[in-house]
């Protein structure tokens, strides 16, 4: 087994990397793709309900993204952005609780920060009429711990107003009032993602509305998706690489069912690869209990999956931990080829992409 990630690499015409969603959300393109033989067949994202049945149970990531890109100017006149992320109070040795989780932003954060020149402990920033900061700490390069202040006193509504949906990087335009809607899931309830979870953003209504006519449940957990999921593999030896940790809560209701679930037999279906981490995370012999906390678990090639049998996910950028988990689930080779035949077709990728249901 090859564990040099240049091996998990692969050219992408840069014009399939998709920089709107489609008009309709389930018009995406669904990629099946058969462990057992290696089978591809090629469908709608509305034909998903038809690949599945009542022996399976779908597995959603009910974060809600919030507006996490804060861009402004120093008080020297300098410009800076501010992206806003759910982090441990250690981000050395053991993570404990967050601070704070972003259910409801507090006056104090840290945030990764890009800037001309440099940043000074003690000084003022500035991002509209209303909404300022002040720099407290500057804990590593790139890392600042600032202070927000409101002129009318609402820090919170302040900093929602003037945040940016926290596009990727790989969408090259800036985010309009369309992302605001169409960059969550339908069923996003806890704000606290600085990214959505992209494999849940094709379900519409009707989809799930059919899925449950063919007796398919389906439950949610919680995964604050934030730097960890996107930062980049660095090592020839992807071993080496560490995952961020990320807040999540998996709750009684949703434990209790999962546990009922694997007694019937059925099948878990992981809609994406947030979903698919904290299912493995939270994996016990005796089963699953409700808990909350910081999973930083990385899925690679060689890894054993515990819970997880089938796995829905959008198509992954080269090189990333992503792509890694895709490939311990189905296998290098298969997933590489998969990719392949998604990009003769013209697949869209990435965010706002088409996706694959690994069954």
Same mark, same amino acid.
């Given at each position: 087994?090859?564990?040099?990630?240049?091996?998990?690499?692969?050219?992408?015409?840069?014009?399939?990397?998709?920089?709107?969603?489609?008009?309709?959300?389930?018009?995406?393109?669904?990629?099946?793709?058969?462990?057992?033989?290696?089978?591809?067949?090629?469908?709608? @994202?509305? *034909?998903?309900?038809?690949?599945? *049945?009542?022996? *399976?149970?779908? &597995?959603?990531?009910?974060?809600?993204?919030?507006?996490?890109?804060? #861009?402004?100017?120093?008080?020297?006149?300098? #410009?800076?952005?501010?992206?806003?992320?759910?982090?441990?109070?250690?981000?050395?040795?053991?993570?404990?609780? /967050?601070?704070?989780?972003?259910?409801?932003?507090?006056? %104090?954060?840290?945030?990764?920060?890009?800037?001309?020149?440099?940043? #000074?402990?003690?000084?003022?920033?500035? @991002?509209?009429?209303?909404?300022?900061?002040?720099?407290?700490?500057?804990?590593?390069?790139? $890392?600042?711990?600032?202070?927000?202040?409101?002129?009318?006193?609402?820090?919170?509504?302040? $900093?929602?107003?003037?945040?940016? $949906?926290?596009?990727?990087?790989?969408?090259?335009?800036?985010?309009?009032?369309?992302?605001?809607?169409?960059?969550?899931?339908?069923?996003?309830?806890?704000?606290?993602?600085?990214?959505?979870?992209?494999?849940?953003?094709?379900? %519409?209504?009707?989809?799930?509305?059919?899925?449950?006519?063919?007796?398919?449940?389906?439950?949610?957990?919680?995964?604050?998706?934030?730097?960890?999921?996107?930062?980049? &593999?660095?090592?020839?030896?992807?071993?080496?690489?560490?995952?961020? /940790?990320?807040?999540?809560?998996?709750?009684?209701?949703?434990?209790?069912?999962?546990?009922?679930?694997?007694?019937?037999? #059925?099948?878990?279906?992981?809609?994406? %690869?947030?979903?698919?981490?904290?299912?493995?995370? =939270?994996?016990?012999?005796?089963?699953?209990?409700?808990?909350?906390?910081? =999973?930083?678990?990385?899925?690679?090639?060689?890894?054993?999956?515990?819970?997880?049998?089938?796995?829905?996910?959008?198509?992954?950028?080269?090189?990333?931990?992503?792509?890694?988990?895709?490939?311990?689930?189905?296998?290098?080779?298969?997933?590489?080829?998969?990719?392949?035949?998604?990009?003769?077709?013209?697949?869209? @990728?990435?965010?706002?992409?088409? =996706?694959?249901?690994?069954?």
């Amino acid at each position: 087994m090859t564990v040099r990630i240049q091996d998990y690499d692969y050219p992408l015409p840069p014009e399939l990397v998709a920089q709107y969603p489609q008009p309709q959300r389930d018009a995406s393109r669904l990629l099946v793709l058969h462990r057992a033989d290696g089978a591809i067949h090629h469908a709608h @994202f509305r *034909d998903l309900p038809g690949w599945l *049945d009542s022996q *399976d149970l779908l &597995v959603v990531n009910d974060t809600r993204v919030f507006p996490a890109r804060l #861009k402004g100017a120093k008080s020297s006149g300098g #410009k800076v952005e501010l992206l806003l992320h759910h982090l441990p109070e250690a981000e050395q040795g053991e993570p404990r609780s /967050p601070s704070p989780p972003l259910k409801t932003l507090s006056q %104090t954060a840290r945030a990764r920060a890009t800037y001309r020149g440099r940043l #000074k402990i003690g000084q003022n920033l500035n @991002f509209g009429p209303s909404l300022k900061a002040d720099i407290i700490s500057l804990p590593q390069p790139g $890392v600042a711990e600032v202070r927000f202040w409101s002129l009318n006193g609402e820090v919170d509504r302040a $900093v929602l107003e003037a945040g940016e $949906v926290p596009l990727p990087p790989y969408i090259r335009r800036r985010p309009d009032a369309e992302d605001a809607q169409r960059y969550q899931t339908i069923y996003a309830a806890r704000p606290g993602a600085i990214a959505a979870p992209t494999a849940g953003l094709h379900f %519409t209504p009707p989809v799930m509305k059919e899925l449950n006519r063919r007796g398919v449940e389906v439950l949610s957990l919680t995964l604050h998706v934030g730097l960890g999921t996107f930062s980049p &593999v660095r090592h020839l030896d992807y071993r080496k690489h560490r995952l961020a /940790p990320e807040y999540f809560e998996l709750p009684p209701d949703s434990s209790h069912r999962l546990n009922q679930a694997r007694a019937q037999g #059925k099948r878990l279906v992981a809609v994406g %690869t947030t979903a698919t981490r904290v299912l493995e995370f =939270c994996a016990r012999p005796e089963g699953f209990s409700p808990q909350q906390g910081w =999973c930083d678990l990385y899925i690679y090639p060689d890894y054993r999956f515990k819970t997880v049998d089938r796995l829905l996910t959008n198509f992954h950028l080269p090189r990333s931990t992503l792509l890694l988990l895709v490939s311990a689930f189905a296998g290098r080779d298969l997933i590489l080829r998969a990719y392949e035949e998604a990009i003769k077709e013209r697949y869209r @990728f990435y965010s706002y992409g088409d =996706c694959m249901l690994i069954i």
